[in-house]
Every structure is written in C-alpha cells, then in structure tokens.
C-alpha cells in the first residue's frame, strides 16, 4: 500500500484542496486530511488504472500489477479505497457535522464520475468506435479526470473553508476546463515527452488504443486508406503484459527462422488469441504515431489545450481576484500555465 | 453492475442484517438500505475476487472478466464500491445521523477487514507457505469471510435496532464461529458437491492453492514423500483463464504429436512462463484430490464445521432468548444449521 504514495508525484490534487481552502482563509489543520485522503484515492484509481491498462510503468517504476501480480495489486487498490474512509470521518472532529458530511458527498459524487468515465473509455476502445467529436472528449475527461483531479479539491478545499455549497460549486466550475487542459496535455506527453524521465509507459496510450483528442483528430485528418489501416490496427488487442506477449514473439521468431512449421504456428496462434486479430506489433505503433505526427494533430491538440488553460486560468482569475494576496491565490492562479507547460 | 446482482444468490447478508434488525425489534425501512449495500458490497467483492482467483464461474454463469475482460470488470467493482455511498448517505434520513455514522464506522472497519484477509490469504499462495495451524486459518476466515458476511450484518440490524455498540457488539461476537463453520462448508463443497448446480469453479480451490483446512489437515496427514510432491504441486502456478492456458495446452498436444521439435517446444515454454515451474496440470489437481480423499481430510473439516456451528447456534440461541418470538428469532436460530447443511 506504501509503494505508489511513496513514488515521486506531483501531489496536484492535495495541493489544489490546500490552496482552495487556504484562499478563502480556511485553516491547513481543517484541510489537510481531506486533502491526503483525495491523493489516497488517485493513487488507488492509478493502481486500478495500470492493471486495466496494462501498463508497465508508472512514476519510473515497474507498475504494482507487474511487481506483485494482478491479484495483489486489485486487492492493494480497494485496501487504499477503505483507507480513505478514516480520515473522512475522523473529520467530524476536525471541521464539524456539517462539512464533513458534505465532504463525503462530494467524494460519493467524485467515486461515481470516476468511474463511469472510465466505463465510457473503456468501451469505446472495445467497441473501436471512432465516430467520437470533440465535445464527446470533453466530457469522457470531465468524468475520467476532472471530477477527480480538479473538481473535487477545489469543492472540498471552498467547503471547508466555509464557502457554501453554491459558493463552492460557482467556483469548482473554473476548475472543468482546467482539467481538460490536463488532460489533453497528458495525452501529448504520452507521444511526444522525452523517453527518458517520463516515468510511464511511453506511447502506451496507442498500445491501448485509448480515445485521446491527438488520435482522433490524427484520424479525422487521414486519408481514406491511411484511415482504414489505422482502424485495423487499432481494432487489434494490446499484446498484454504478461507471458502471452512474450510467447508471442519467441512464436514470430521461430516461425521466421523455420523453426517451424506454418500449421503448428498458426494452431498456437489460434490457441493462444482465438479467432479474432492478432495483437498490435511495433510496427503498428510506429505507423499510427508517424501518422499523429503527419497530419499536424498533436499541434492540434496543444491548441485545444492551451484555449482550454487560457480559459480556466480567465475563470479561477476571476473567482479569486476579491482574495487577499496569498501564496494560495499565487498557487491557483498559476495552474492554467502549469497544466499546458508541464513536461511530466 | 446488474449483472452479478441478478444472478440466483442467497442474499444472505441482507437476510442476516434485516432478521437481527427486526429480531430486536427494529422497522424494516430502517434496516433495507444498509441490507441492500452489504449484498453491493459482497457482489463488488466477489467481482474482484473472481479476477483475483481467475474464475471462470460464479453462480452458474461466466464470470464478469471472463464475459467483458479484466479491466471491465476491475472498474464494475470500483463502481459497484462508489454505489454503496449514497444509501449509507441517504440512511441519516431514515435512522438519524447518530446510528447512520455508526454505520458507517461498522462499514469501514468491514472494508479493511476484508482486504487484510484477502491480502493474507494471497501472501499464504504466493509464499507456498503451508505451515499455518488451524487458529492461523480461523484468523484468517474471521477477517476474509466472517467480517464482511456475517460480523457486519449482524452489527448492523443490532445497532439500526437501537442497541448500544456494546450490546450490539456482544450479539455480533455470537456470529464469529458461524463465519468459520460456513467459510469450511464452502471449501467442502468446491472439493464434495456435485460438479451439476455447483455454479462456481469446481476443484478451484485446488488450482488456485487456496490455504483451506482441509488441504491443509490433508498435508499435515500426507506421508512424507506425498507432501513434498503436494508442495511441489502448490508451488506451480494457476494455469491462467486466458490464452496461455489455452497455447499451453496445444503446445503439449503439438509436441505429443511430435508437430514441433523438442528445443522449439522448450523455447516457447519458457518465453510464456519464464524459468519458473510450469502451471499446474489436471492431473496433479486430481492427486491432491486424492490425497485429500485417503487422508480423511474432508471429514476432518466437516467436524470442525459443525463444531464452529453448533457454538454458533448456542451463543445465538442465549443471546435471542429473551426477545420475543418472531420469523426473524427462528431464522437467527437456523443459521447453524443452515452453514454446514447447506448444498450451494
């Protein structure tokens, strides 16, 4: 359970519940256990999210899955989500009934978003639908990370602070298109970061599959043939992380070696994958981000981040600008910049 | 996240919490909210579980990562968590903010009870550890099983009823020993019931090298030559639910046929399992059956079982005895009985 919190991270989500609650001149003793407990939950939505996504790494490191097996790491998951629950109700000490209460609610709503987001992505990708516009995009992150990320430490660190519920949701709103922002600009570090010092598993987002707005607009933008290779490959499952993978390419090897034969090659494959595609190869990757890369959509999806930063930035400006001068206020004035301009 | 909840089940956490609730006195709208969350608790558990365990059946049926995969149906089980939020929320309408806190309080204790039992038992698997004497497998039951199914819905009825936490307390304790009797009923009946209307994985237990008393009493019984071939048996993995088993099992019958050469057989074993032993074989899970068989293991955990039950039926007994009678005193009063007679 310790693995994941102690990694190097951003710690962005209890930071934002602080500076909320602190702008409005909220006390960190009030704040500060809501906020770890909001960092307890993405790091169980990250634990849960690597075994879904078949990641490898994650903050530098192998992924819980792969160090300790899909078993260990689901059931490491839900023992950090029942561990979010003493702190949320030990509150009741910290800032009374009534907040508390309130705070719950929002991390009832908070769960919910979560993962029904989650259920939207991870249907398209198994139904390989394309036919998704921007504003469907909009709001499969609104789910899958701004609830979780932005809106829910903004709302706590307000209410806590003492700001009522429609006080509190006026300015969460600032925080919806700073979460797309993010979003966005994650899925463009994921295909044009550093390999080095990335920390999670580079250009895994076309591995999976995963409806990112580059990879849509790539496609929108693509020729009629380049547009139906990409669907084909894209239609191909990840080549998983496990021996499955690996089985596979040893297979590949021998059969180019004439190791042999193609009748017992394409039975193991059939085994092994069914009758449907075979799983997505290098090569496939290499294609679709040479693609992305073609057709100018990455630019295209850092114009659509930056509108969105530059938006929040306006908002959260102007919900703050009756604050007293505060490193607080510094804080959450700087996050548009930050979303967009970040290398990890 | 219908599907599991409408499958043919017991119900029997709801039935336990509403029959305590209503024993003592208490209204059924009281009680029905928090009854219908511990069985979205149970299904959720179950849902992870069954990818924890590699099932391929639960309640006659595919199990959910069988039918739509494991990230599917890692996210139904983390949605199915976030849903039991609202009723437990809702339950300071119903029972007023003192007994739905402390519902609360009883829900989070049962949540990390249950992952520390999980987390136990899996660290027992991955170690091959087979050393644990039986109060070492009745800890591990009361946190696994004992909490969640019976603990919890027990303290639940009492404490919606009106009773105090240490009257309610007091009665939950009588369920301690029921959980043990109906956890060992369940391992029985995955190595005795009949294969037809079982409903989950028949012998899984086995193929899993679940710590059950009974393959334990059977090692302890084992001469000395079968236990170090049972160990070397459970130190071999799960075969897996996915393609590699499948691959696996072509490999060898491609190699029966003398289809594919010696070096290339043993090249492709060892690109899908590594260097570590190979996965389990029907045939060794029909030897441990066996040994479970001669050693007169089952019969042995059949005793315990009824031993724990019939505990369990006096300290309920003594504990309903001065309410007055009721359908609900009559089924607390069944519950012995019910965990080891019991056929599914």
Not at 48 to 67: G, V
Request: glycine share 8%; hydrophobic share 45%; net charge neutral.
């Amino acid at each position: 359970m310790r693995d994941y919190p102690l990694r190097y991270g951003k710690s962005l989500r209890p930071a934002i519940a602080v500076a909320a609650c602190r702008a409005f001149g909220g006390p960190l003793e009030g704040v500060a256990a809501t906020a770890a407990t909001l960092e307890l939950f993405h790091n169980a939505f990250l634990i849960h999210d690597d075994i879904e996504d078949q990641s490898y790494l994650r903050r530098d490191e192998e992924t819980l899955n792969r160090k300790h097996g899909v078993a260990a790491a689901i059931n490491v998951g839900d023992a950090m989500l029942a561990a979010t629950m003493p702190p949320l109700l030990g509150n009741i000490g910290r800032i009374g009934l009534g907040r508390s209460l309130r705070i719950l609610r929002i991390v009832e709503r908070m769960a919910r978003e979560s993962a029904e987001g989650q259920m939207l992505e991870l249907t398209w990708i198994s139904q390989n639908a394309w036919d998704q516009r921007d504003r469907d995009y909009v709001r499969l992150v609104h789910k899958k990370t701004g609830w979780y990320s932005f809106i829910a430490p903004a709302l706590a660190g307000a209410v806590i602070a003492g700001l009522s519920d429609a006080q509190a949701e006026s300015f969460a709103r600032a925080f919806v298109c700073l979460g797309v922002a993010f979003q966005i600009q994650d899925d463009v570090l994921n295909l044009a970061a550093e390999r080095d010092g990335y920390g999670k598993d580079f250009w895994g987002d076309l591995w999976e599959g995963k409806h990112t707005l580059i990879l849509m607009e790539a496609l929108r933008r693509a020729d009629d043939s380049e547009r139906v290779r990409a669907l084909g490959v894209l239609a191909r499952p990840h080549p998983g992380v496990g021996g499955l993978a690996a089985a596979r390419a040893k297979l590949d090897e021998l059969r180019a070696q004439k190791k042999i034969s193609k009748a017992a090659y394409e039975d193991l494959l059939r085994s092994a994958f069914g009758d449907g595609p075979a799983p997505k190869e290098y090569a496939d990757i290499v294609f679709l981000r040479d693609l992305v890369e073609r057709t100018g959509a990455l630019d295209y999806a850092r114009r659509v981040a930056v509108r969105h930063a530059r938006r929040a930035q306006r908002e959260i400006a102007r919900r703050v600008a009756p604050l007293p001068d505060s490193e607080h206020k510094l804080f959450l004035l700087g996050l548009g910049d930050f979303a967009v301009d970040r290398a990890s």
